[in-house]
């Protein structure tokens, strides 16, 4: 059974939909798994960097959140993973989430019907907290959460924390948050030194909290030009720069997800 990841975090712009994609690649390339990505975000970025013009869809994820009959739309003509595509039309499917039973937990349907037939399942969010948002947190196994080094994304970033967890105890008691990626890096930056300080405290007083027990603080992902070049290429940053820097810190994110596909859902994770 494979495992579910979502990247998550109430800010935009943080580095979500780049995460998803990249991490997604190595995943596939260095591990060779199956991979399957979905996009719950109705600005449909995953879905474009992936180089799928997102209107060009007449199903998207919305047909199965809202209609549980319905097989997940997928496209498949990238040769390292599945995706299944979102558009602006998500945003229709949020309202009418509100009328469905068990409305929170729709996208666990979903994935309870797909994620047999794949080692990893990467859900990109969208930056709210809405039903969209609140079916990823109760579907998914694990939470990475990209923060931007920067004071005013640490702030929502906060509230978030706080929002996981209360949402966690009543519908997915079993998610771990296995991970904090900080984007956008710029060591010359004060602010920016000062921010990984303040994650490093926050996240050390969290892990009395057995949601955040294990979380690990990875290396700061650089601020690149790159990242924007390659998703406009529509290219995973390996591809597009082989001998990129970041390419480390991207590797390591990926071998820690490694190391909880390879254990029972349920079981710890390990920081």
Same mark, same amino acid.
């Given at each position: 059974?494979?495992?579910?990841?979502?990247?998550?975090?109430?800010?935009?712009?943080?580095?979500?939909?780049?995460?998803?994609?990249?991490?997604?690649?190595?995943?596939?390339?260095?591990?060779?798994?199956?991979?399957?990505?979905?996009?719950?975000?109705?600005?449909?970025?995953?879905?474009?960097?992936?180089?799928?013009?997102?209107?060009?869809?007449?199903?998207?994820?919305?047909?199965?959140?809202?209609?549980?009959?319905?097989?997940?739309?997928?496209?498949?003509?990238?040769?390292?993973?599945?995706?299944?595509?979102?558009?602006?039309?998500?945003?229709?499917?949020?309202?009418?989430? =509100?009328?469905?039973? %068990?409305?929170?937990?729709?996208?666990? @349907? &979903? $994935?309870?019907?797909?994620?047999?037939? *794949?080692?990893?399942?990467?859900?990109?969010?969208?930056?709210?907290?809405?039903?969209?948002?609140?079916?990823?947190?109760?579907?998914?196994?694990?939470?990475?959460?990209?923060?931007?080094?920067?004071?005013?994304?640490?702030?929502?970033?906060?509230?978030?924390?706080?929002?996981? =967890?209360?949402?966690? %105890?009543?519908?997915?008691?079993?998610? @771990? &948050? $296995?991970?904090?990626?900080?984007?956008? *890096?710029?060591?010359?930056?004060?602010?920016?030194?000062?921010?990984?300080?303040?994650?490093?405290?926050?996240?050390?007083?969290?892990?009395?909290?057995?949601?955040?027990?294990?979380?690990?603080?990875?290396?700061?992902?650089?601020?690149?030009?790159?990242?924007?070049?390659?998703?406009?290429?529509?290219?995973?940053?390996?591809?597009?720069?082989?001998?990129?820097?970041?390419?480390?810190?991207?590797?390591?994110?990926?071998?820690?997800?490694?190391?909880?596909?390879?254990?029972?859902?349920?079981?710890?994770?390990?920081?």
């Amino acid at each position: 059974m494979g495992k579910t990841f979502a990247l998550f975090n109430m800010s935009g712009g943080v580095g979500k939909s780049t995460l998803t994609q990249n991490l997604g690649y190595h995943l596939a390339t260095d591990h060779d798994l199956k991979v399957l990505l979905i996009d719950v975000d109705p600005q449909a970025s995953l879905t474009t960097f992936m180089g799928y013009p997102p209107l060009e869809y007449e199903q998207t994820i919305a047909d199965s959140l809202l209609d549980a009959s319905s097989p997940l739309a997928l496209e498949s003509r990238t040769e390292w993973c599945n995706l299944a595509p979102a558009n602006i039309f998500l945003s229709q499917c949020e309202i009418e989430l =509100h009328s469905k039973i %068990q409305r929170e937990l729709c996208l666990r @349907r &979903v $994935l309870d019907k797909v994620k047999d037939e *794949y080692d990893a399942v990467l859900v990109d969010c969208p930056p709210s907290l809405g039903q969209l948002s609140i079916n990823c947190i109760s579907g998914v196994d694990f939470l990475i959460i990209p923060i931007q080094t920067e004071c005013k994304s640490l702030e929502a970033t906060l509230t978030l924390l706080q929002t996981t =967890h209360e949402i966690t %105890q009543q519908v997915n008691p079993d998610l @771990r &948050v $296995l991970g904090v990626a900080p984007t956008m *890096y710029n060591k010359q930056y004060r602010q920016h030194q000062e921010a990984m300080d303040t994650i490093q405290s926050v996240f050390q007083e969290l892990r009395a909290n057995e949601l955040f027990a294990h979380t690990s603080i990875y290396d700061p992902i650089p601020r690149s030009t790159h990242f924007g070049d390659a998703s406009k290429a529509h290219q995973p940053l390996a591809v597009f720069k082989p001998k990129h820097p970041a390419l480390e810190q991207l590797r390591a994110i990926a071998d820690n997800m490694i190391s909880q596909i390879k254990v029972p859902v349920g079981a710890a994770a390990n920081g």
